[in-house]
């Protein structure tokens, strides 16, 4: 009993923990800024409590870090289908990141905002004349294109079937939706109605997408009704999108994601194999299934545009191939490629086409250190050896990194897209840098490699850093490589 009531005697005096907290930080309006995703979602609620309609939007939120919102996209409702909409008003972000948004142009919707995630993100309630509503956003959406929306992604969506502007049912779907990159769009999926009864429907149309991430498709699905389909797509590569969907009979929302990998991850750098770091003239890996019918690699220069009756088009233009593999193919981005635009990557063999791809190209270096082994540097010694445990460098010798994904140069002759680089120095066009263990390197050159394709080189004195292996990285324009691994041994 004793021990018993010490130990009521402790709990009674320790700290209330739930009124401290670990960490903290504060919100303001500039921590929305910028273009956001849009989702909304509203209900209509009659004078009698009876459930009278529904509002289902995807468009995007466009803050501009001060004080002022603006709302756009498409909706649907029981009463009307794809009505364009543009709203517009103010928004206050507290400290507490817990603020309002009032709307006063096209609506008059007032809602209350939490700001999430430093500003990335944001949620929303509120209401107007008609509806109750819920929705929010992010700001995390890639470069896009009609390539951005490629291969499978699992979708479900919720809703009302209609007769008329008359909300008769319920009706739910899931299912997959088939995206070829090039515009092109089939769908398998169930429909369930009032949860009872179940349809399995096919469907097939053509898609488009804007560069503001916005799509829109129409289906024509196998009971022959036309349906349209808007999105508004999210995420860093652009696997994930929130829909809204319509037909004569049945409004619904919902969101799709990419089964697997969406296929912009399967293209990098080949070095870093980093995704959407491919500016022009560089080299870039394309991975995926049944790319090749065996292994080939290019032995001539110019390189070719086709080995063993595979072939690469970006942007409808076969590229010059270095290697290709059932799993596997090395390219070069074409130098004529507009840096800061989304290039369409297809491959075609002897048996068809692949769905289209789509890559962001930089217009600035995003540079790629070749490895080799257990992510060593591809490093030149003084003495012409490579760089490894068993040979490694001084300190105040100077060695050669190579490296892909330079960008922009001053280019000593003219650039031809396979053909090797003019001869002299072509140096890169950015600012730049080298450390080696986070210290600065004197460089000598960083360019192109003259008589290569696609490959840069940066010629450095080694930092003065004891003995050891270390992280070796090239920065030019802002952009960090990859960081292999360089041995010095004095």
Not at 141 to 148: D, G, I, L, M
Not at 297 to 315: F, G, H, M, R, Y
Not at 325 to 330: A, F, R, Y
Not at 440 to 447: E, M, N, Q, R
Request: aromatic residues 8%; negative net charge; proline residues 4%.
């Amino acid at each position: 009993m004793k021990l018993q009531y010490f130990a009521i005697l402790l709990i009674a005096g320790l700290p209330a923990l739930a009124q401290n907290q670990i960490g903290g930080g504060s919100c303001s309006a500039s921590n929305l800024n910028g273009t956001y995703a849009l989702t909304l979602s509203g209900r209509g609620i009659s004078a009698a409590g009876a459930f009278s309609g529904s509002y289902q939007a995807v468009g995007t939120a466009v803050f501009d870090g001060q004080s002022s919102v603006v709302f756009s996209g498409i909706a649907n409702t029981n009463l009307t289908t794809g009505t364009a909409f543009s709203y517009a008003g103010t928004y206050a972000v507290p400290s507490n990141c817990s603020g309002t948004i009032n709307l006063a142009t096209g609506s008059t919707a007032a809602f209350t905002l939490l700001v999430s995630g430093a500003g990335s993100s944001y949620t929303i309630t509120g209401a107007d004349g008609t509806y109750a509503y819920s929705g929010g956003g992010s700001n995390s959406r890639p470069a896009c294109a009609t390539a951005t929306l490629s291969g499978e992604y699992a979708f479900s969506a919720s809703g009302f079937t209609v007769s008329g502007t008359t909300q008769t049912g319920s009706e739910n779907e899931a299912g997959v939706l088939t995206f070829d990159g090039q515009g092109n769009l089939t769908a398998t999926y169930i429909d369930s109605v009032n949860g009872i009864a179940q349809t399995t429907l096919t469907a097939s149309g053509t898609y488009s997408v804007t560069s503001a991430c916005l799509a829109t498709a129409t289906l024509t699905d196998s009971n022959a009704s036309v349906n349209t389909v808007n999105f508004v797509i999210t995420g860093a590569y652009g696997a994930t999108a929130n829909l809204i969907a319509a037909n004569s009979t049945y409004v619904r929302s919902g969101a799709a994601h990419a089964i697997i990998l969406n296929p912009t991850q399967s293209i990098g750098n080949v070095a870093s194999y980093a995704v959407n770091a491919t500016p022009p003239g560089s080299v870039f890996a394309l991975f995926g299934a049944d790319l090749a019918t065996k292994e080939a690699q290019a032995i001539v220069v110019p390189l070719p545009t086709s080995l063993i009756n595979t072939s690469v088009e970006v942007n409808g233009k076969p590229v010059p191939l270095f290697y290709v593999s059932s799993g596997q193919i090395d390219a070069q981005m074409p130098w004529e490629i507009p840096g800061g635009t989304v290039a369409s990557v297809v491959v075609k063999t002897a048996t068809g086409s692949s769905n289209a791809a789509a890559v962001y190209v930089p217009a600035t270096g995003t540079p790629g250190v070749s490895v080799y082994s257990t992510n060593r540097a591809v490093v030149t010694n003084a003495d012409g050896s490579v760089n490894s445990a068993a040979a490694p460098a001084s300190v105040g010798d100077e060695v050669v990194a190579w490296f892909t994904g330079g960008g922009p140069v001053n280019a000593s002759g003219t650039l031809v897209t396979g053909a090797a680089a003019p001869s002299g120095l072509s140096s890169v066009t950015g600012t730049y840098s080298v450390t080696v263990n986070g210290l600065d390197a004197t460089v000598d050159y960083i360019g192109l490699t003259p008589g290569s394709v696609g490959l840069y080189q940066v010629n450095f004195i080694v930092p003065s850093v004891a003995k050891g292996t270390y992280p070796l990285q090239i920065n030019i324009a802002g952009q960090l490589s990859n960081k292999p691994l360089i041995t010095i041994g004095n």
